[in-house]
Structures are given as structure tokens and as C-alpha cells.
């Protein structure tokens, strides 16, 4: 076979590959579906393949590196929240579903001071929460709910899988442009850029399925009420209806699919019951009102500074010590200071 039609035919099984690769997460077999062994939770290897078929390229330890770097330039603009209170609250609360998860890298979780409702997390376990999400949160369980999906995308190692495919494309991409005339390069061009769209949108959107079944997984595992993360996601896009635009910034970063929430609700259908669930401490009301508090307090001093820089300033003279009038050594400076009254 010539080396033109092996190219050619490789070529064509990626583009296939991306075009119609889609994955089951839930079936009505449990045996089946995918990720199906909760009670081995912590030990299963579910570092997402490029395309199912291809090894992620990436190691551990560059991906660890990759986040850090992005994570020291994400600090240089952010302003994160300090209050060790908060901090510390929120530290415990997410290390302890990384705990119970399958990630195979030590997590670093910051409070931002964002009122955007959102929480993202870079390849490595670089966990970011902004304020605005816990001010939204009901109780704890819908906070662990966005924490394990966040986790979850960082266990399955969505991100550096991601930067493989990328690599893949650029090394499959290169022998086409050698093959026929100019109009065939443009018709392969074109078509291999339509099918890598398409394949592209369709991972993210199996991407963030496989984040939700995964995170309801470690909610329940950790203890948690797994119907956590639904509940947020349905509240915040009820509040999304009626105030549109407000929410922007979760659903541009949690692309919304009908289908989602119904595929987490039927995953909860074959995680094994437990007795009891944690919903709701008194510790998250406790950090929730002192981070109220705190935001507050912060406005509070904001609007001030902005009214007293509106307010009129009165300026008094320096002394230079250029008039002879200011220098106290010399005899004719107290006339000149002084105000005499002459009579006629």
C-alpha cells in the first residue's frame, strides 16, 4: 500500500472516530454502565482516554505543572478571600470528598472574591470557589454537589485529555495537505475541521455528563445526600429564567443539557441506599453568614472611600522657605507676618 493511502486511511478513522464517539454513561443494565463500580471507589483508574482509544500523553507530573502555571497567573489578577474561617471551612469540605474520590493528585482549593455565581478547577487540582456560589448555596450537601463535579473533571482528567487530542489533530492534520490538487486539500481541510468541531462540542458535552455521574458518586460516598447537585443546578436555572444573564458565567463554563439532569437523577437510582445523608450543617450556615457578613462590610467600605472622594478637601499653605516672610531668623519677617495698624 502506498504511503499517501495509509496516511489517507489513518486520517479517515480519527476523523470517524471524532464524528461518532460518544460513550454510554448509564444504561438500564447497571453490569453496563460505565463507572459502575461505586463500591470500588478510590481504586478504579478513570482518567479519560482521547477518543476511547488513544492514552492521555500527558503525565501526572506535567499536568501538575501545567496547573500550577496557570493557577500563578489566575492569582496575579484575582482577589482571593483571606478569612481563614471561610478558607479553612471550605479547604475541609472539599478535601474530604478528594478523600473519597478517585483523583490521583493533592487538591488546592481557594475561595475568590467574585459574586459570580461559579467554581472551575485547573488540570492538576488547582480547585477555585467563588464567593458568589456559596452566598448561593442552600446548605452543604448543594455545596459538595458543585465541589465533587468540579473534582470530578480533575479525576477523569478532562483537561490535559484535551490537550492530547490536540496533538493527535496537529500530527494527523499535517500529511493531508500533501495529498491531490488544491481542491481536494480544501475539500479534507474543510471536512476534517467540520468533523473535529463536531467531535469537539460532543466531548464536552460527554465531559461534563461523565462530571456529573462521577460527582454524584463522591457526594454519596463521602455521605451526602447525592440529589445535592441536582437540586443546585435546578434552582439556579429556574433563576436563570427569570433573571436572565445573571448566571452567564456558570452556563457558559456548565453548558446545560436537558438530558443532564435526568441522567444524574437516574445515576442515584443504582447507587446502593444508605441511611442516613448529610444535607445541611451547622457550621456551613455558621461560615455562610460570616462570609455575608464579610461581603457586606467590604461594600460597606467601598461606598465609603467613593463618597469621600467626592467630598471638597481644604488645602493649607506649606511653608517653602522661599518668602523672607516665613524664615523666623529674620527681623523684618514678623513685620510682614504681622498685621500693623497706622494711624494718621
Do not use: C
Not at 489566575?74 to 479553612?88: M, N
Amino acid at each position: 500500500m502506498q504511503p499517501y493511502r495509509k496516511t489517507l486511511i489513518l486520517a479517515l478513522v480519527v476523523v470517524s472516530t471524532l464524528a461518532f464517539s460518544t460513550g454510554s454513561y448509564a444504561t438500564d443494565n447497571p453490569s453496563n454502565r460505565r463507572h459502575g463500580d461505586v463500591e470500588n471507589i478510590g481504586n478504579r483508574n478513570i482518567a479519560t482516554r482521547v477518543w476511547g482509544i488513544f492514552p492521555n500523553f500527558v503525565s501526572l507530573e506535567k499536568e501538575i505543572q501545567i496547573g500550577q502555571q496557570v493557577a500563578a497567573e489566575f492569582e496575579q489578577s484575582a482577589k482571593l478571600i483571606e478569612d481563614p474561617v471561610v478558607s479553612d471551612y471550605v479547604d475541609r469540605v472539599g478535601q474530604n470528598l478528594v478523600k473519597h474520590s478517585d483523583a490521583k493528585v493533592p487538591f488546592h482549593i481557594k475561595v475568590v472574591d467574585s459574586d459570580e455565581v461559579n467554581a472551575f478547577a485547573f488540570p492538576g487540582g488547582f480547585f477555585y470557589i467563588n464567593k458568589g456560589l456559596l452566598l448561593a448555596a442552600d446548605n452543604e450537601a448543594e455545596l459538595a454537589g458543585v465541589m465533587a463535579h468540579e473534582i470530578s473533571h480533575v479525576a477523569a482528567r478532562h483537561a490535559t485529555a484535551m490537550l492530547s487530542k490536540q496533538q493527535i489533530l496537529q500530527f494527523a492534520q499535517i500529511p493531508l495537505l500533501f495529498i491531490g490538487g488544491y481542491v481536494a486539500q480544501m475539500a479534507i481541510q474543510n471536512g476534517f475541521g467540520l468533523a473535529v468541531n463536531l467531535g469537539l462540542l460532543g466531548v464536552t458535552r460527554e465531559s461534563e455528563k461523565e462530571a456529573d455521574q462521577l460527582g454524584i458518586q463522591y457526594m454519596w460516598n463521602t455521605g451526602y445526600d447525592p440529589n445535592g447537585f441536582v437540586s443546585f443546578f435546578e434552582k439556579l436555572q429556574e433563576q436563570e429564567k427569570s433573571k436572565p444573564g445573571k448566571l452567564s458565567g456558570w452556563f457558559r463554563t456548565h453548558p446545560f443539557t436537558v438530558n443532564r439532569i435526568a441522567a444524574s437523577l437516574d445515576e442515584e437510582r443504582y447507587l446502593p441506599e444508605k441511611e442516613n445523608y448529610i444535607v445541611n450543617t451547622s457550621e456551613f450556615d455558621r461560615v455562610k453568614s460570616r462570609l455575608q457578613a464579610i461581603d457586606n462590610a467590604m461594600k460597606a467600605d467601598s461606598q465609603a472611600v467613593s463618597v469621600d472622594q467626592k467630598r471638597p478637601t481644604l488645602k493649607r499653605r506649606t511653608n517653602t522657605g522661599d518668602d523672607p516672610a516665613d524664615d523666623p531668623d529674620n527681623p523684618d519677617a514678623n513685620k510682614k507676618a504681622k498685621p500693623t495698624l497706622k494711624k494718621k
